[in-house]
């Protein structure tokens, strides 16, 4: 059997469509929803990623405004910044792309950022709620693949879901909206790490399965059951001198074993990347209705 693939390229595209249609109306109402970019240091993959969310806004009319400071940029002028963006009415919502190069600066970066503007969802005070299952903005990646799912045609209630990873930007904020007792979640949840001695033991009881290790081939075929449903955050540049240029992006599973024996699959590229980047539109589009006074 082979795997259905899950398009999560196609299933952002509608979403980008629907948000359009939203651009439009609050743009008519005469607010035009901003995003506030801030790039500290030249980490080629950050580079590339925060292209990708300045193309996305552009082509459904969100303005936004890019910041880049220097790797060797000190924590008051990165401060400065983020105090800059939360005072202008123009940004609706704003992004501190992470990693920042000094890795001990992101908790008080983050902290900085207004929670009405955090449409990253990595503020404390935005995890707070999300944890507690109230209103906020979600953090973009986990979000991304709870409507993946929806939007696929597959629920998790009910379902064992098995989380490999427990960076605060994907796996553990998953795992917590995967529990919670609402439409997208009611699922048992199981977060796997590098303390887990046999991860293997716990993905082949999952009926789906999450590697967010940001290391290739951490789930391999004999590490998942027959027919189960497996989503692939990790991007990863291996080397490849046969292509363009030098590298290709592989996920953390191992695709082409696990895609003859699972029901589905998302492809690296084109399945959660493009979902992270449609919720980041959502909140900040949300953001910036909530600022005009939009229900
Ligand atoms: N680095 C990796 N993923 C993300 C994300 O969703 N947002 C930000 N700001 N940085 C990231």
Same mark, same amino acid.
């Given at each position: ?12 595209? %509608? ?50 405004? %890019?910041? #880049?400071?220097?790797?060797? +940029? ?11 963006? &939360? #005072?202008? /009415? ?16 992101? %908790? ?6 207004? /929670? ?10 935005? $995890? ?16 991304? $693949? ?8 597959? @629920?998790? #209630? ?20 995967? @529990?919670?007792? &609402? ?20 993905? #082949? ?6 590697? +967010? ?11 998942? +059951? ?6 692939? *955050?990790?991007?990863?540049? *291996? %080397? ?15 695709? &082409? ?7 589905? $699959? ?7 990347? /493009?979902?992270? $980047? ?9 953001? +910036? ?7």
């Amino acid at each position: 059997m082979s795997a259905r693939i899950l398009d999560g390229k196609a299933v952002a595209r %509608e979403i980008r469509e629907e948000l359009r249609g939203d651009v439009e109306k609050l743009t008519q109402q005469g607010v035009t929803p901003g995003l506030g970019v801030l790039l500290v240091g030249d980490d080629p993959a950050s580079r590339s990623y925060v292209t990708a969310k300045e193309k996305a806004c552009a082509e459904i009319g969100i303005y936004s405004e %890019e910041v #880049r400071l220097p790797a060797t +940029a000190s924590r008051q002028e990165i401060l400065d910044v983020v105090e800059g963006f &939360n #005072r202008e /009415p123009r940004i609706h919502g704003i992004l501190v792309q992470l990693p920042l190069p000094d890795a001990a600066m992101e %908790e008080e970066v983050i902290a900085a950022i207004l /929670p009405e503007k955090d449409v990253d969802g990595f503020h404390p005070s935005s $995890i707070g709620k999300m944890m507690l299952g109230l209103p906020t903005f979600l953090p973009c990646t986990p979000h991304g $693949i709870l409507h993946l799912l929806k939007r696929s045609g597959i @629920s998790a #209630r009910g379902k064992h879901v098995v989380v490999v990873g427990r960076s605060n930007i994907v796996g553990r904020p998953l795992a917590n909206l995967l @529990s919670l007792k &609402n439409e997208l979640g009611n699922a048992t949840v199981t977060l796997c790490h590098t303390g887990t001695p046999d991860i293997g033991a716990f993905t #082949r009881q999952a009926d789906i399965v999450v590697a +967010a290790a940001g290391r290739p081939n951490t789930v391999t075929a004999e590490m998942v +059951a027959e027919g189960a449903v497996v989503i692939d *955050v990790g991007v990863n540049r *291996v %080397e490849d001198p046969t292509a363009p240029r030098g590298y290709r992006l592989v996920g953390d599973v191992d695709f &082409n074993a696990l895609r003859e024996k699972v029901s589905a $699959i998302t492809p690296v590229p084109g399945g959660v990347g /493009p979902m992270t $980047i449609a919720m980041l539109l959502y909140n900040t589009v949300r953001s +910036a209705e909530k600022h005009a006074g939009v229900q």
